[in-house]
């Protein structure tokens, strides 16, 4: 079947049949973005390659450094309130201490030299 005189003959083709002089300009640019996209590809593989995400054994060593930091600060924060609760410990003792003696000096008057004699 032919196209009718009054249509437009299809891209690339005259009424005689398809041109073969011309590829026309679809085919080029289908060629150049295949070209492009296939670079591309190479581009992202080798990026991802590279940059990818780490090995498992990379993981676990990034894994294990994270623990040991985490290991460590908590250790720092422990040390930190043991020093904190040592001194109020001292603090409470020293006030203990001051307490029994002020006690201790109240019960002396309090029996004094004359009180234990009948």
Same mark, same amino acid.
Do not use: K, N
């Given at each position: 079947?032919?196209?009718?005189?009054?249509?437009?003959?299809?891209?690339?083709?005259?009424?005689?049949?398809?041109?073969?002089?011309?590829?026309?300009?679809?085919?080029?640019?289908?060629?150049?973005?295949?070209?492009?996209?296939?670079?591309?590809?190479?581009?992202?593989?080798?990026?991802?390659?590279?940059?990818?995400?780490?090995?498992?054994?990379?993981?676990?060593?990034?894994? /294990? #450094?994270?623990?040991?930091? =985490?290991?460590? $600060?908590? *250790?720092?924060? &422990? %040390?930190?309130? @043991?020093? !904190? +609760? /040592? #001194?109020?410990?001292?603090? =409470?003792?020293? $006030?203990? *201490?001051?307490? &029994? %003696?002020?006690? @201790?000096? !109240? +019960?002396?008057?309090?029996?004094?030299?004359?009180?234990?004699?009948?």
């Amino acid at each position: 079947m032919t196209a009718p005189d009054d249509e437009p003959a299809a891209h690339g083709s005259t009424p005689e049949g398809p041109s073969t002089a011309d590829p026309g300009p679809a085919r080029r640019g289908v060629l150049e973005g295949l070209g492009v996209a296939v670079v591309a590809g190479i581009g992202g593989f080798a990026w991802f390659s590279a940059a990818g995400p780490p090995s498992e054994a990379e993981r676990e060593r990034l894994e /294990d #450094e994270q623990d040991q930091q =985490q290991d460590q $600060q908590e *250790d720092e924060l &422990d %040390e930190e309130q @043991d020093q !904190q +609760d /040592d #001194e109020l410990d001292e603090e =409470q003792d020293q $006030q203990d *201490d001051e307490q &029994d %003696e002020r006690e @201790d000096e !109240q +019960d002396e008057d309090r029996s004094g030299p004359d009180r234990g004699r009948g």
